[in-house]
């Protein structure tokens, strides 16, 4: 019987260790990149001691605690887990610091693009994984929690708990008093400093008196040195200085930039190029348009409002005063979109406008190289023989990069409702997006990118036209990686050698290849393009 009784409390204790374990794990994992994954590495959780102290004081003073009590822990511990998750995975994929007063408010058009875009079979998929997930934690979690609430009403096991919890705050507030102590063993950031960190950011933003934006800029340039040009802003969704900086990339990218570079120089132009620094990170890429498009340096979405109700000169009424049909493209455009009116386009043309007919690709339905198709016609047809500016944010290299179009060499085609044979659309549709590793579809996106660009100049080598490359934001840390800057490449492709002769004098580079470190932030580029455009 002793033996049994020996065998028994063996076991006893293994559970108990086993929950304990189970318990900190939950709250002390971190980031397995570049995945969604996570791993434990063995670090404590001051949280985990805080509550065996305080079930040990409750107990002392009320009893063994209640079914009722444990469920209500469960539940309370399974948004602490969710919120861990949040907080070590968000800023290792996306590549910044999580904000929920900014960031909650896109979470519905984030939904709404995901249902709109995505397959029946993923969005039951997520929707069932946000039903199920907390379910399956609160199981997992529920006996744990029990354990240690059943080794509250035996003496000799919630003794080694208090003596455990005691110890693990002691040296927690050690470690956080002096510097002079060993950082072993290693604690978890607690989750409670992050709930802390994000009502300090709400409080901070609520609180806070609205943003001096400063007087609006003139802008008057004679805009001599492209005169009779059009000119083309495009806007490579998450087109980063990871392309450049990292050599597997460079060695992955190395054939397709070699031939833009033959189709620039092929068509009797050149280029220059530089590194900007966005003001955002892996997405909000209308941070980094309004930005270059203002001049006013735009970090988040309530200076974006202040500056929309505004008056102001911007890089399009400049072009606009001068006697160009400025014209907004915008293929992922679904809904109405205030900002065209303050930037002062004359025409908008989003996805319905631009009446693509042909098979979708990706998040959005509608493929560069026909967006590219549809802008040269735009600014080769109509009544008016004034010269076009025309402003384009590209969408087939948006994460998650795959399925990327196939490239159409006869351009014609492209507008029409068959634009690519079936076997081409087969291959491209059965790209599946590698979750665990994006880099290669990021290649392939920008890769597709490269040659759609280079074709169309093969295809108007005779067009005088000016045309800028710029990346709005590096892709999300997925790719990038953690700690990435925030620089993108900016290029400048023209026949006029005034233009690239004065970029290069405010520090751009000849060729495709951008130096470190960036020429400027991204507002700050307007006056370096409009300078470089005018012959003041």
Request: net charge neutral; glycine share 6%.
């Amino acid at each position: 019987m002793a033996e049994v009784s020996n065998r028994s409390q063996g076991w006893g204790w293994a559970a108990l260790a086993a929950a304990l374990v189970l318990l900190d794990a939950s709250l002390t994992f971190r980031n397995l990149w570049p995945t969604p994954a996570v791993r434990w590495n063995g670090e404590l959780s001051m949280e985990l001691a805080v509550c065996i102290g305080l079930m040990a004081l409750a107990t002392r003073r009320f009893g063994r605690p209640s079914r009722l009590a444990i469920r209500g822990l469960t539940m309370l511990w399974v948004v602490l887990v969710i919120s861990r998750y949040a907080d070590v995975t968000t800023p290792a994929l996306y590549g910044r610091e999580v904000n929920l007063y900014w960031d909650v408010r896109h979470v519905s058009a984030v939904a709404a693009m995901l249902a709109r875009a995505a397959s029946s079979w993923l969005v039951i998929l997520v929707v069932a994984a946000v039903v199920l997930i907390p379910a399956i934690l609160y199981a997992i979690l529920r006996p744990a929690l029990g354990r240690i609430g059943t080794a509250m009403e035996r003496p000799a096991e919630r003794r080694v708990l208090e003596f455990l919890a005691a110890g693990i705050l002691v040296l927690y507030a050690g470690q956080q008093l002096s510097t002079r102590l060993p950082r072993i063993p290693r604690f978890a950031t607690p989750i409670t400093a992050t709930y802390v960190r994000q009502a300090q950011l709400a409080a901070a933003a609520l609180t806070a008196a609205p943003t001096r934006i400063g007087a609006p800029a003139v802008l008057r340039p004679d805009l001599a040195r492209v005169q009779g040009a059009d000119v083309f802003l495009v806007f490579i969704e998450s087109y980063g200085a990871v392309s450049y900086d990292r050599p597997s990339f460079v060695a992955d990218l190395a054939s397709s930039r070699a031939r833009l570079d033959a189709d620039i120089r092929g068509t009797g132009r050149n280029v220059v190029s530089a590194f900007v620094e966005s003001p955002t990170f892996g997405g909000n890429s209308w941070l980094a348009h309004v930005s270059l498009l203002s001049g006013v340096e735009v970090r988040d979405e309530d200076t974006n409002v202040l500056l929309m109700a505004e008056k102001r000169d911007t890089m399009v009424t400049a072009f606009a005063q001068r006697g160009y049909r400025t014209l907004a493209i915008m293929p992922g455009l679904h809904e109405s979109w205030p900002e065209g009116t303050f930037y002062g386009f004359n025409e908008i043309y989003d996805e319905d406008r631009l009446n693509y007919r042909g098979p979708p690709f990706g998040w959005w339905s509608v493929p560069d190289q026909f967006v590219i198709a549809r802008l040269d016609a735009l600014a080769r047809g109509g009544t008016s023989h004034a010269p076009v500016f025309a402003f384009f944010p590209t969408t087939n290299t948006h994460t998650p990069f795959s399925p990327t179009p196939p490239y159409q060499p006869d351009w014609p085609r492209v507008v029409t409702e068959e634009p690519y044979d079936e076997a081409e659309l087969q291959r491209a549709w059965e790209q599946y997006p590698d979750w665990l590793n994006l880099g290669p579809s990021y290649v392939h996106a920008l890769s597709y990118t490269y040659q759609t660009l280079g074709g169309y100049l093969r295809l108007r080598a005779d067009r005088d036209f000016v045309m800028i490359l710029l990346g709005d934001h590096q892709p999300p840390a997925v790719v990038s990686g953690e700690g990435a800057s925030w620089e993108v490449p900016v290029h400048v492709i023209a026949s006029r050698k005034e233009v690239l002769d004065s970029l290069m004098a405010q520090g751009f580079q000849p060729g495709l290849f951008p130096h470190h470190p960036a020429v400027s932030r991204m507002n700050a580029l307007l006056p370096i393009l409009l300078a470089a455009f005018s012959g003041g």
